[in-house]
T-cell receptor
């Protein structure tokens, strides 16, 4: 079955540093991969989508890479701020376009002053 | 801020009661979803709909049922609540024209005693 693996341990970094989160998946390579942010007690919020034919995508301080050979996506937050503290979820559609997303467990990021 | 609403936000109810969780979106999205999420765990898709009168079960088996009579409304019903149904329920919607981004509601936290 399809599996998504994200670092289960929380990531603690200092303000101003770059945070890098990892998403690995098994088996079938999806057509696209998405990253969401989730704050405690709230629904996820979409951040970025990257397609299989795109190596890299940027949005302000966010950067996502997608390596279909390694079956891995990296999510970077540059110049991190305490307000970036949240859980970041990786999501993939393994159904080939039906948009039934499978979510990873997420990685909790804590940015300290 | 996404225009997707869920009520109630919190619900404490006794075993055996029938409950309906409401979800509405004003974006005209054709696709809607229900996810279940336990604390610290991943989201699991329990129901989805590609349009009016279209509903399908998700990857996680659930005793709940859904209906889609109107585009903007996707209620979830539990005929007889049990303690095992205690969880957070998240509703989402998406539009094929928007790169399959899913917009989430704030969630309903359900506690069955």
């Amino acid at each position: 079955s399809q599996k998504i693996e994200q670092n289960s341990e929380a990531l603690n970094i200092q303000e101003g540093k770059t945070a890098t989160l990892t998403c690995n998946y098994t088996n079938y390579s999806p057509a696209y991969l998405q990253w969401y942010r989730q704050d405690p007690g709230r629904g996820p919020v979409f951040l970025l989508l990257i397609r299989e034919n795109e190596k890299e995508k940027r949005k302000e301080r966010l950067k996502v890479t997608f390596d279909t050979t390694l079956k891995q996506s990296l999510f970077h937050i540059t110049a991190s701020q305490p307000a970036d503290s949240a859980t970041y979820l990786c999501a993939l559609d393994f159904t080939g376009g039906g948009n039934k997303l499978t979510f990873g467990t997420g990685t909790q990021l804590k940015v300290e002053l | 801020e996404a225009d997707i609403y869920q009520t109630p936000r919190y619900l404490v109810i006794g075993t055996g009661k029938k409950i309906t969780l409401e979800c509405s979106q004003t974006m005209g999205h054709d696709k809607m979803y229900w996810y279940q999420q336990d604390p610290g765990m991943e989201l699991h898709l329990i129901h989805y709909s590609y349009g009016v009168n279209s509903t399908e079960k998700g990857d996680l088996s659930s005793e709940s049922t859904v209906s889609r009579i109107r585009t903007e409304h996707f209620p979830l019903t539990l005929e007889s609540a049990r303690p095992s149904h205690t969880s957070q329920y998240l509703c989402a919607s998406s539009d094929t024209r928007e790169q399959e981004t899913q917009y989430f509601g704030p969630g309903t936290r359900l506690l069955v005693l």
